[in-house]
């Protein structure tokens, strides 16, 4: 498996992160994705999509946030890292 260089991802991002906190709650919008196969097995298929999923979060706090789903990843153990791209900057969630 490729290692991931998280050092060059940090020093590629926009913005820094900042620890949170607080309870984040994602509801995804209803949509249809549709996308060139790249692989299938027994126990799945993994495909690529020119799309966007839209969904609404709600950050403790700071109400209702528009966004898109941009990454979803195993973190084991039955838990998901789930990552939005919100649509517009919101600086006053960072300290």
């Given at each position: ?25 994602v509801r995804f919008e209803a ?12 126990q799945g298929v993994f495909f ?48």
């Amino acid at each position: 498996m490729q290692e991931r260089d998280t050092h060059t991802e940090a020093s590629q991002r926009q913005d820094p992160r900042q620890p949170l906190d607080g309870q984040v709650t994602v509801r995804f919008e209803a949509c249809t994705l549709e996308g060139s196969g790249q692989n299938v097995s027994a126990q799945g298929v993994f495909f690529t999509a020119a799309a966007a999923i839209p969904v609404t979060v709600v950050v403790a706090g700071h109400g209702e946030l528009q966004g898109q789903l941009v990454r979803v990843e195993s973190m084991g153990g039955g838990r998901l890292g789930i990552a939005v791209r919100f649509d517009a900057p919101h600086p006053a969630l960072v300290p």
